[in-house]
């Protein structure tokens, strides 16, 4: 009898020690996520500091990627400025190009010769080539002190021609025809000091009078 009752208390015992384990592996696996409730003060902790992580890593990831966005912006605008820039001058440029084709090139040197000689020389009147004396009035460019020399020359010509009422000897009219080229020569070679309207009006000056002195005296 006493026998018998040990047996059942002790068999009472392991049940009562199975059940207890049972519980709590089952009350383990709540507190790691297998359905229940219960957990300790530090896993709270720690998963409140592993959202506070996450979240400060969120909010590095978006500043990162406004800062990449600001920069990309701010790259645009000065590209964008600097291709304003470059249209703006090239287009000037083309501009300026096609007023200058529009005018033309510039008048040459050999050019203004060329106008001067082709250009209808109208006769001289009385008032620069006096027919009765021969007396030149020239413009005011071919009375500069360096052509007096060459000056006297073609005065010396026209008073002879203004004398023999034209009759003039070949060999004298070749030769003021040369003083003429040389008065035109030196006229070419001093050319900056004067302005265009100058040396065209001294030019043509010069072969009015060479074909005055081929005509015969009015």
Not at 66 to 94: C, D, G, H, P, S
Not at 118 to 123: K, Q, R
Not at 153 to 167: E, I, K, L, N
Request: aromatic residues 6%.
């Amino acid at each position: 009898m006493r026998r018998t009752v040990l047996i059942v208390g002790l068999a009472v015992a392991i049940g009562m020690m199975t059940s207890n384990v049972a519980f709590a592996r089952r009350h383990s696996r709540g507190r790691r996520g297998g359905g229940g409730f219960g957990g300790t003060a530090a896993s709270a902790a720690m998963m409140g500091y592993a959202a506070m992580l996450r979240a400060q890593g969120m909010a590095n990831l978006q500043n990162s990627q406004a800062a990449i966005n600001w920069e990309k912006a701010k790259t645009a605008e000065i590209q964008n400025r600097l291709l304003w820039t470059e249209t703006y001058f090239k287009m000037r440029k083309v501009n300026h190009d096609m007023r200058l084709a529009d005018r033309g090139p510039p008048i040459s040197h050999v050019e203004v010769m060329k106008l001067a000689h082709d250009a209808v020389v109208p006769p001289l009147d009385d008032t620069q080539l006096h027919s009765a004396t021969g007396i030149i009035t020239y413009p005011q460019a071919l009375r500069d002190p360096l052509y007096n020399g060459l000056r006297d020359d073609v005065d010396a010509f026209f008073a002879r021609r203004s004398a023999t009422h034209g009759s003039v000897d070949f060999n004298d009219l070749q030769q003021v025809e040369t003083i003429l080229d040389l008065l035109h020569a030196e006229l070419l070679s001093n050319l900056p000091k004067y302005s265009a309207g100058e040396y065209g009006h001294a030019a043509t000056f010069i072969e009015q009078l060479k074909n005055e002195a081929t005509k015969p005296v009015r």
